[in-house]
């Protein structure tokens, strides 16, 4: 079945860049995404990408995406007290039949981002 | 304001006592599911619903049911909970098709004593 990993903990200094890593196993998945979660809240999508794209900007946030070696990778530029969160790494999964269907989500364990002042 | 919303937020209950846990979104979306989370491994699905009367089994589907009467609604039931189901749960929402975001609604947390 589909497997999604990532390491359970990333502790960076407040002002350096986070790298947070992933790796999936379902080839056909079409969108992989970022949530974040901080404490006591909510998923909040952050970001995703294309299959078809290598990489994604948006401000501080950069994604990077290794296709053929199934590897997706959030990097969190000028890393801040706020970024201090769960990070969840998650892949698509068609669901409901060829006929239409839609995407459900198959979601890593998470990384917990820790900020060092 | 579109939004997923559920109750209760926070529930302790005894085993073997039903329970219905509530979810309900208004933007019109075919797409819901719910997931668990617990410490560790992460959102697991349990079941999802492609529309009104259309249910299907995630990946943890046992000791759960769901129903899907009207759209809008998608409410997770516990016949008889145990406490290997105390856990945070999240219902979601999407319009159908590929690449569409879910919407997450705030989490319901469980204790089953």
């Known amino acids: 079945g589909e497997d999604v990993e990532q390491s359970l903990f990333l502790s960076v ?3 350096d860049s986070s790298v947070i890593n992933c790796t999936y196993t379902d080839s056909s998945s079409t969108y992989l995404y970022w949530y974040k979660q901080e404490p ?4 909040q999508l952050l970001t995703y990408i294309f299959s078809n794209m290598d990489m994604k900007q948006d401000q501080r946030l950069t994604v990077l995406l290794n296709k053929k070696d199934k590897h997706l990778s959030l990097r ?8 201090s ?21 198959t979601f890593g364990k998470g990384t917990h981002l820790i900020i060092q002042p | 304001e579109a939004q997923v ?7 302790i209950t005894v085993t073997g006592k039903k329970l219905t846990v509530t979810c309900s979104q208004n933007m019109n979306h075919e797409y819901m599911s719910w997931y668990r989370q617990d410490p560790g491994l992460g959102l697991r699905q349990i ?8 249910t299907d089994k995630g990946d943890v589907p046992e000791g759960y049911k ?3 009467k009207e759209k809008r609604n998608f409410p997770l039931i516990l016949e008889s909970p145990s406490p290997n189901q105390t856990s945070l749960y999240f219902c ?4 159908p098709g590929q690449g569409n975001e879910q919407f997450f609604g705030p989490g319901t947390r469980l204790t089953v004593l």
């Not at chain 1, 006591?40 to 998923?43: I, K």
């Not at chain 1, 969160?85 to 459900?104: K, L, P, T, V």
């Not at chain 2, 919303?5 to 529930?11: D, E, I, M, V």
């Not at chain 2, 979601?92 to 319009?95: D, G, L, P, Q, T």
């Open chain 2, 66 to 68: 769901v129903s899907r």
């Open chain 1, 13 to 15: 200094r407040e002002g």
């Open chain 1, 40 to 43: 006591g809240a909510g998923l």
């Open chain 2, 47 to 54: 079941y999802y619903s492609m529309n009104v009367e259309a």
């Open chain 1, 76 to 83: 969190i530029a000028d890393t801040q007290t706020g970024d």
């Open chain 2, 5 to 11: 919303t559920q109750n209760p937020r926070y529930l």
């Open chain 1, 85 to 105: 969160a769960i990070y969840f790494c998650a892949e698509s999964i068609r669901q409901g039949g060829s006929g239409g269907g839609a995407d459900g989500l």
């Open chain 2, 92 to 95: 979601a929402s999407s319009r």
